[in-house]
């Protein structure tokens, strides 16, 4: 869509570039060294010309020089971890060179560190939220492939679980547990600056797989609503901010180079029978057919699918200023293997930074582009469960000539010598009978523009253009003889072509004012937000693998060439701050969002919040305090929204009456045509907001030169108007399940950080982080009515049986329970099989007896890091753990052994010689486990080898394993879940990296 912004941005542009020459006609130069107490040359320390970007860092000598600083009284910023961050003014003139020594005292304080928050950044002293960042120093080390994975037990109430161990593969954000019950969970992710989409797209299994992490210096955690709220709509499950590496000014051309080599193998594998423990258990409880069936092999599926892999990740960057353009240009490389063979991932990135201060420093020019496409290559998932239960005293290639049709895999045939179709498939022929590849591509990229307006003092005006687009394709093939295909589809096979385009579009703008007002400093902040997001999914014909020509058939939907449509949001934010002699701290923001997903009468939504802080600190009773270096006591309120139903057509415009064409699946006769016909979709007119409260109070602290540091935070967050998907009554033609706001939720928690500097040396130093949070969630209503006689709405599907579901959401316990039958054992400590007991004493056991039992949901998660450094050795790890949250184990429950024969063998778990029952018991509670469990992530081993090719390169050597260990009581192959089924996952590998550093 056209848009009045371009025409005035395109000649802001041109006067941008035409200020380049008298720019630069009017500065100077200014250079200089800095020391410590001693007058000690310090390396490394990061001089900046405030207000400015311009800046460099020091020399090994201390020494530092900056070019083109604007003529006039400037103010030089130098800041280094350990000292206290000084400033000093100096007077530049133009074509003249300035000296100025600088002595740094040390001091650990990180009050005046710049903490980035919803559009801008305050100091660290200044903040009212609830907010954490993580710098680059302190994130997750060794073979990262996702950027979330960086802050993995780092943030107090942020929990991040990956779907498995497969290359690339999704994970599960959550902070502060989730809000919603059907609507998305998922925290709102800004990369500088643009709000990025959390829809999939086909062919990536996890979006931010295609952002490289070694491009990113920070990621900054939002909780409360007090700093979330400037987001409004998608704020209420918190905000990652996520800040990408930038050049400085005057700063000297650095090249950096890193590699780092790695092999993963898997920990554990699935505690199965093998091939002669399957065949005498088939020979003591089997009858004749099942013992004539049985093989002479000795098969380890799991090894047979499974394989040590190898990664390479390399990466290359070029930093520094060209003239008054400082820039950072990088390039990464990263081909990882999958432990499931055929699985692989190739990565190639690249990303441009260009951060210009021109026109005597009023205008800030900020552009950010990155470039991503990665190659997937996919195995058949379903190999990993099919490992589990076939046959293991079968081999893997059969000589037998029924099979030679199926490519030599030994299958299970029926009578007739066709397949059996009710057992499962070879393992091995399902991955190497399929080829699942694809193409994603994806560009993020922005232009801020942040001009100091010369007609008012403190304003400034900020422009920021940006976009995010995402190009998938891929196809789906299947060798003609695999057993896949029975019946009419034998020796067709099949290929399956797809294509989808996701689009994001941004156009902000906002005028910020920053002025010392009577005995404090006021900043105010207003602005305008339009994002337009669109979703084109090309539906294909369903191609045999002998089809030769692919032509694209697009389902039309409500006359549009795409099945999604996509939609708009458009907003109205403000902030205020007030900060009173450094002591009394006032914030408070607004902001309207109007969403195309909701009707014209529900269309937008206000989020308020406030926020007030007190540093007890700044106080004269403790402004001379050696004990305590920082107090601050946090009082927060707001609220956020939220509206993401997904992508789908009911998703995005599910309060309008449409008629949606049956996709070949729905047709009526007329004479010899067949038509295709239309239904219509279900729809809610009032379907409005899902809006989120919270509250929270906190303390932040510090003692003894902050040796000891953190904060504690308590908190509350009320959901109400739950977009909940839920049953109506049948309408004559009408869908009678749709999503309502209905319900309401909360989650309660304490969430404590604590940093506790052990040693403070020239040469040992030894930090500790600890952070944990406990949070309890709670369902306090799902309907409309009260009904005393309503259990919930069944959810947790699980394998086994048809429609089966092991958990419920309802009102009075946590969501996602567990719904179960209570198990009844006999006096040798076993479960009877089909005997539970009667919890409502009415003589008949049945449905009514199931209970809600715990929940997926931990109540604790907790994280431990530590970094100790002596000389350039340094030995840092990180440990994460979840407590009293429950894991359903459907590979337990799904391991049987009945003598009724059913034509084919099937491996089970050891379960089955311990509960011995020959029918699946899948609602007993006896397949419920503590899932509790702590994680070493990351262990680390550095060593700075220093300077080498005459002093012009910095060598530094790593070596680092992840998932070194995990200490559990679940029997499964992995306590880390996301929503407590066990039924099948990709093993998480433990990995070892050795990694190289180079600077130049």
Known sequence: MKHPYLPKLLFLLLFVCAGFTSALAQTGSISGRIVDEKSQGIPGVTVLIEGTSLG?????????????????????????VGFTTTRRPVTISAGQNATLDVSLSENTTLLNEAVVIGYGTQRRQDLTGAVEQISEKQFVKGQVTNPEQLIQGKVAGLQVTTGGGAPGTGSSIRIRGGSSLSASNDPLIVIDGVPVDNQGISGAANPLSLINPNDIESITVLKDASSTAIYGSRASNGVILVTTKRGLQGEKLTVNVSSQNSISEAVKYIDVLNGAEYRALVNSRGNAQQKAQVGTANTDWQKEIFRTAQTTDNNVSIAGSAGPVPFRVSGGYLDQEGLLINNDLKRYTGSISLTPVLLDSKLRVTLNLKGSWIDNNFSDGGAVAAAVFYDPTQPVYSSNPLLAKYGGYYQNLDVNGNINTLSGRNPVGLINQRRDRSTVKRSIGNIQLDYRLPFVDGLSANLNVGYDIQRGRGSVYVAPNSATFVGDRLGKGQNNPYAANNDNKL????????????????ELLAGHSYQAFDYKTFVFDDFTAAGEVFIPATMPINGKDYTDPGYRLLSFYGRANYNIKDKYLFTGTFRADGSSRFPDNNRWGYFPSGAFAWRIKGEDFLANNSVVSDLKLRFGYGQTGQQDLGTSVEGLYGYLALYTPSQNTASYQLGDRFYTTSRPSFYNLQRKWETTTTYNVGLDYGFIDNRISGSVDVYQRDTKDLLNFIEVAALANLSNAGNFNVGSMTNKGVEAIVNVDVLRG?????????????????????????????????????????????????????????YVYQQVYGTDGKPLEGVYVDRNKDGVVNGSDRYRYKSSRPKYILGFGSNLSYGKA??????????????????????????????????????????????????????????????????????NVGKIAQDKANVNLSLSVQNAFVITDYTGLDPEVFNGIDNSIYPRPRTFTLGLNIGF
């Open 874 to 943: 340094s030995l840092a790890f990180t440990m994460r753990s979840s407590l009293d949250n429950y894991m359903y184990n459907n590979l337990r429950s799904g391991s049987t052994f009945s003598a009724n024969s059913t034509g084919f063998l099937s491996n089970a778990t050891h379960e089955v010689l311990n509960s011995q029952f020959s029918t699946a018991q899948y609602f007993s509670d006896y397949y419920m486990e503590n899932a509790s469990y702590l994680r070493m992530e990351n262990i680390t081993l550095g060593y």
């Open 56 to 80: 460099t860092s020091t020399n090994s000598d201390g020494q530092f020089s900056i070019q083109n600083v604007p003529a006039g009284p400037q103010t030089i910023v130098a800041s280094f």
């Open 762 to 818: 020239e040469k040992l130093n030894w930090s500790l982080n600890l952070n944990g949070n406990y949070n309890q969630n709670e369902i306090t209503r799902l309907t409309l009515v009260e009904s005393p006689n309503y259990i919930g709405v069944p959810t947790g599907g699980i394998g086994g049986g048809v429609g089966n579901n092991i958990q419920i959401n309802s009102v009075g316990y946590p969501a996602n329970s567990f």
């Open 507 to 522: 156009l902000e703008a906002y005028l910020k004012y920053d002025k010392e007002i009577g005995i404090g400093r006021l």
